[in-house]
């Protein structure tokens, strides 16, 4: 192991956890292949990265990353409301991931918030918007 540190540019190898303030888990690496990408390349989040900033190889943290600096707040107009007779060939309920297209054909995942009779309402924020989550980290290599 070497002694260099996190800093722009640099090239990490980590295993991380990402837990909700409960201490569900989200996303991990352990026990799988760790991840590696470039400081910068927006493999993660800026405010995931600038935790790792100084961290080298060996290093283990746990970070608590707020809104702000992790997946945003929770945006009100990405909560859309939709006719109920759209969905003839599924059962909407709350909780449940739907897959639409958005305008330029890409996918767009949208969970259902509430169902009526006559409406769906979807919420296409990331689900992780507003929450304050953990990530911990196992810095492998540093390069």
């Not at 260099?4 to 980590?14: A, E, F, G, P, W």
């Not at 910068?40 to 060996?58: C, I, M, N, T, Y």
């Amino acid at each position: 192991m070497t002694d260099i540190r996190i800093t722009h540019d640099s090239q990490v190898t980590l295993h991380f956890t990402l837990k909700l303030p409960g201490g569900e888990v989200v996303d991990t690496t352990v026990g799988k292949k760790p991840a590696t990408f470039k400081v910068g390349d927006g493999s993660l989040l800026p405010g995931f990265e600038q935790s790792l900033f100084g961290l080298k190889a060996g290093d283990q943290r746990s970070f608590e990353i707020e809104p702000e600096r992790g997946f945003g707040q929770g945006n009100p107009q990405n909560i859309q409301t939709m006719p109920r007779d759209g969905f003839k060939d599924m059962e909407p309920e709350p909780g449940l991931m739907i897959i639409f297209q958005d305008a330029a054909g890409g996918e767009m995942p949208g969970v259902v918030k509430s169902v009526s009779d006559t409406v769906v309402e979807i919420d296409f924020n990331h689900p992780l918007a507003g929450k304050v989550v953990t990530f911990e980290v196992e810095i492998l290599d540093v390069a």
